[in-house]
């Protein structure tokens, strides 16, 4: 069974930095792509960032220029680093990552991350 988990979350002020973990782990399969995303309550989940595992990444245009997303394929983990951070950025945080060959996804658990103005 495949998990994943995150780290890196917490409370920054605003202009400051975080950077997100997040480790999967149990597959015998590659990970296809790997991502994160965020919700705020009463909102739908949205794409922050993802990476493919040949290192084609996608942002939301709200993060373009702030937010990095890489990959250690070795360690099957992704980061987020996240800078000149704001308000609006607040969330709960979520890793996705995708199986090759059976093209099944997984989520973590959340990890909260809180921007104070």
């Known amino acids: 069974q495949v998990q994943l988990v995150e780290s890196g979350g917490g409370l920054v002020q605003a202009g400051g930095s975080l950077r997100l973990s997040c480790a999967a782990s149990g597959s015998m399969f590659n990970f296809n792509t790997m991502g994160w995303y965020r919700q705020t309550p009463g909102k739908q989940r949205e794409l922050v960032a993802d990476?493919?595992?040949?290192?084609?990444?996608r942002y939301a245009d709200s993060v373009k220029g702030r937010f990095t997303i890489s990959r250690d394929n070795a360690k099957n983990t992704v980061y987020l680093q996240m800078n000149s951070l704001k308000p609006e950025d607040t969330a709960v945080y979520y890793c996705?990552?995708?199986?090759?060959?059976?093209?099944?996804?997984?989520w973590g658990q959340g990890t909260q991350v809180t921007v104070s103005s």
């Open positions: 990476i493919t595992i040949g290192a084609i990444t």
């Open positions: 996705n990552v995708q199986r090759t060959v059976l093209w099944d996804d997984y």
